[in-house]
């Protein structure tokens, strides 16, 4: 398994300029992460001044295939706004805390104008990674912190003056600078460095190759396989749509050659990429974050994590295999032994279980992700045969740099959403909309909520919705009793849904993309495979599927079977197949039965396991499957 690096057009010296651009910024990260000698006033108007120089010098102002005219006047003007990032970054750097003067005399006008002018350059930057939508939230947000005075009482705020604006989101660690581009400037890019450095390793082949090992022979093998691969590679790529290109890439053509539909193929693909977020040990960026939040452990958010994201994947395997059944499919007929593939890469697998158990350990996340980046370097090298290149190691830091680069823009912009809820008292009030429109029940609020989270991932990355939707909903949930740590997984799950729904699915679309297949169709399928998104957050919120202080081992295993229940008698009510294909009835009644795993009462959810296992029985006892021309389609 010898890392092969891919073909690359011949580079030119502006390309040149930023690789280096973007090494640096990685090794002063990993300097920051060993020495933090930095205090965050310095560190991180840093680290966004290097980031925002790079998002204009790799997202130009207009397309190469724009005139050449045009084309050089954006250049340009994209070298103004790096001069300005630079010129802006260096005066907060630099600037003095501890002369308490600008509290009582107000901003200079240098501080002023290089506030505002870092305020107008990130929005742009986040217009270019993100998206416009994203900058549009933001400057609403803002609009709403210097005009909501003129609004009607019930959604009217103080009003603040531009400068107080300035000063409480550039000048304090409570807008731009605060918690969510802390988050991603320091534990977010170590471990998406640690992603980078596993794909030109050959470490996420590696790990392709042991899900095609223990998958490919089954019924719907590419498939099952694909779902393995994404699951192990998904929570360290820190994006589903990456994801989906990283492992789509092999795993659609194969599932295509197999006999399932384009669409399909890049459903399943988009569902399974997308369910890595929630997988530990890392979970993407949004674990950090909540960490953040909550003022608990990662350690325990990891932990409380494992059975919803193994669900998640029972869920999405279930589908997989329902679908092969109606398609009559089968597997690979030619599968290498998963002995002879651990053999060729089992020191790959050395620096995930490091990563876990110091994470399990409650050591800093920085040093874990840095010991992590080490360590899969030396295991690439403990073996000859796996050795890479110093170009190949170059390429992993560059690429770390340019992968945190929409990371950090959506994160500082969100920090912008959540300084406003503080400054002017939005949360409030719209928690207080979201109890009156729920009607005083927790199911009403959980449908609200999950709108708003399909909304809100229209336009915005995962991380960032997960940051909007949780300082506006988790005050709700709390308001129903819920713990903070449960309303947090419940928005951090519904905050992935956007990948997968319609109209706007991201990950799918991508999936699309190499399926050469209708992205609406394409969407639709992931949006069915990726049910668990909703139905495992109503677990969480109606029984003890996230283990609780003070919860029995009993009310846990009870919680897990009836989730599982509920998978499976809601996918094959849907799909019309268990073994054999289902009639109308039998499809009622297993709905029915899911509809029951809902219910909190014990009893209730016993009687529905036992009515399942009925049934499961009598259609096993039916005989041989049916042809899958004789199932019935939805």
């Not at 969407?523 to 069915?528: N, R, S, W």
Request: glycine fraction near 12%; proline fraction near 5%.
């Amino acid at each position: 398994m010898e890392y092969q690096e891919p073909p690359t057009a011949k580079l030119g010296g502006f390309d040149y300029l930023i690789g280096a651009i973007a090494i640096g910024l990685t090794l002063f990260q990993i300097w920051h992460g060993l020495a933090a000698e930095l205090s965050a006033p310095v560190f991180l108007p840093l680290h966004l001044s290097w980031v925002l120089v790079l998002i204009f010098l790799v997202s130009p102002s207009f397309a190469k295939t724009a005139p050449k005219p045009i084309y050089h006047l954006g250049r340009g003007l994209d070298f103004l706004c790096v001069c300005a990032s630079v010129w802006a970054g260096y005066v907060l750097s630099s600037f003095d805390y501890d002369d308490l003067s600008f509290l009582m005399d107000g901003l200079t006008p240098v501080d002023l104008y290089s506030g505002a002018l870092l305020l107008c350059l990130l929005l742009e930057a986040t217009r270019r990674t993100v998206g416009w939508i994203m900058s549009a939230i933001a400057i609403l947000f803002l609009a709403y912190t210097l005009y909501g005075d003129v609004l009607p009482a019930q959604f009217a705020s103080k009003g603040f003056e531009l400068q107080e604006v300035i000063r409480f989101h550039i000048f304090s660690t409570n807008g731009v600078f605060g918690a969510p581009l802390a988050i991603s400037a320091g534990v977010v890019f170590v471990f998406v460095l640690f992603g980078a450095l596993l794909q030109v390793t050959g470490a996420g082949q590696f790990f392709i190759d042991c899900a095609f090992a223990i998958a490919g022979k089954y019924r719907g093998g590419p498939a099952k396989a694909s779902v393995l691969a994404s699951a192990a590679l998904g929570s360290i790529s820190g994006s589903a749509i990456a994801n989906t290109v990283t492992t789509g890439a092999l795993t659609i053509p194969m599932m295509k050659r197999l006999g399932y539909k384009p669409e399909q193929a890049a459903g399943i693909e988009a569902a399974a990429s997308t369910g890595g977020q929630i997988m530990p040990p890392v979970m993407g960026a949004g674990a950090f974050v909540m960490a953040q939040f909550t003022g608990l452990p990662y350690a325990e958010i990891l932990l409380v994590s494992i059975a919803p994201a193994l669900l998640y994947f029972f869920c999405t395997l279930l589908y997989v295999h329902l679908m092969a059944c109606k398609l009559g499919l089968e597997g690979m007929t030619q599968v290498e032994k998963i002995g002879a593939v651990v053999r060729q890469g089992w020191h790959y697998l050395l620096p995930l279980v490091l990563i876990t158990a110091l994470l399990l350990l409650s050591y800093s996340p920085v040093l874990v992700g840095l010991a992590g980046c080490l360590a899969i370097v030396v295991a690439a090298f403990s073996r000859r045969k796996t050795w890479v290149s110093g170009a190949a190691l170059l390429s992993g830091l560059r690429g770390g740099a340019l992968m945190i680069l929409p990371i950090s823009a959506a994160c500082a912009t969100a920090g912008i959403v959540v300084g406003v809820v503080g400054q002017t008292g939005i949360g409030l009030q719209f928690t207080q909309a979201l109890l009156a429109l729920s009607g005083g029940y927790l199911w009403g609020a959980f449908i609200l909520i999950a709108l708003a989270a399909v909304v809100l991932g229209m336009g915005l990355p995962v991380t960032a919705a997960y940051i909007v939707l949780s300082v506006m909903a988790v005050p709700a949930l709390n308001e129903f009793g819920l713990p903070i740590l449960t309303a947090h997984l419940i928005v951090f799950w519904l905050s992935q849904t956007s990948n997968v729904t319609p109209p706007i699915a991201l990950a799918a679309f991508a999936g699309a993309g190499i399926a050469g297949a209708s992205p609406m169709k394409s969407a639709v399928q992931a949006f069915k495979l990726a049910f668990g998104f909703f139905i495992i957050p109503l677990m969480m919120a109606y029984s003890g599927l996230l283990w609780r202080a003070g919860e029995t081992g009993m009310e846990f295993s009870l919680a897990i079977l009836a989730t599982m229940g509920l998978i499976v008698a809601f996918a094959c009510g849907i799909e019309g197949r268990l073994v054999n294909g289902l009639k109308p009835g039998i499809r009622l009644l297993l709905l029915a039965i899911a509809g029951s795993m809902l219910v909190e009462q014990p009893l209730v959810r016993i009687a529905g396991l036992l009515g399942l296992g009925l049934v499961l029985l009598w259609d096993w006892r039916r005989g041989q499957p049916t042809p899958a021309s004789q199932t019935s389609e939805l």
